[in-house]
């Protein structure tokens, strides 16, 4: 009996859990992507990631603004102090990009000239990646979603100094109810069906250059397709 009760408590349980769950998927008339503070001088502080895969990381993240004809929109904190300046490959690879510099607010929500910017892009889904995922990613994620944004937070495109602090942000956000999630989750999500515009055709030179382990694939497709043809 006792064995019985616990049973039908757990799966009351599982089950009102699964009613409270909704999958909020992406939306390109919808998502503006958001840098935060990658720059030269905190970039060299990242350990979490091998330094030419974070590189590669954060420009894939940039260019989902080119890919999916997103705003960009990039914060930037103290750039003439230790903190650096912005890495340039972001401007040469979106030069529209919108960027605010701050001059001392941690928390880019914090800054008025930052929040006029989000909101002028009528945007209410932010993908995110920033450094250090701590301070910078987690502050501005856990301030945007008790904004009423919906969040992604590209777990492959922010850094700090340590697995063990990486882990323990992304736990403290996911428990709050940002979307911690790959580079490839997001770009899946945006494009929705190879089908589409953009699709294979227009997206798979963005994979072979980011994503070269799928890049490989379609090479290999293409090679055999040639051969058959």
Request: glycine fraction near 6%.
């Amino acid at each position: 009996m006792r064995f019985s009760s616990i049973t039908t408590f757990a799966l009351a349980c599982a089950t009102g859990i699964q009613a409270q769950f909704t999958w909020e998927r992406l939306d390109k008339t919808k998502a503006v992507v958001v840098i935060v503070d990658i720059q030269e001088g905190l970039r060299s502080v990242v350990r979490d990631f091998d330094p030419v895969t974070y590189r590669n990381a954060i420009l894939a993240h940039a260019e989902f603004s080119n890919m999916f004809n997103l705003p960009l929109l990039i914060t930037t904190a103290s750039e003439n102090g230790a903190n650096g300046p912005l890495v340039p490959e972001f401007l040469d690879l979106v030069p529209n990009a919108t960027v605010v510099p701050r001059a001392g607010e941690i928390n880019a929500l914090d800054n008025p000239d930052f929040v006029a910017a989000l909101e002028a892009t009528g945007k209410k889904q932010v993908i995110l990646a920033g450094i250090l995922t701590d301070v910078c990613t987690t502050f501005l994620s856990l301030s945007l979603k008790e904004a009423g944004y919906s969040v992604w937070a590209n777990v492959e495109a922010s850094g700090t100094t340590s697995e063990l602090i990486r882990d323990v942000s992304n736990d403290m956000m996911r428990a709050a109810g940002v979307n911690v999630v790959s580079f490839l989750h997001i770009f899946s999500d945006l494009m929705r069906s190879w089908a589409n515009t953009p699709g294979f055709v227009e997206l798979m030179p963005y994979l072979d250059k980011y994503y070269p382990v799928y890049g490989t694939v379609a090479r290999l497709f293409n090679a055999a397709s040639n051969a058959t043809a």
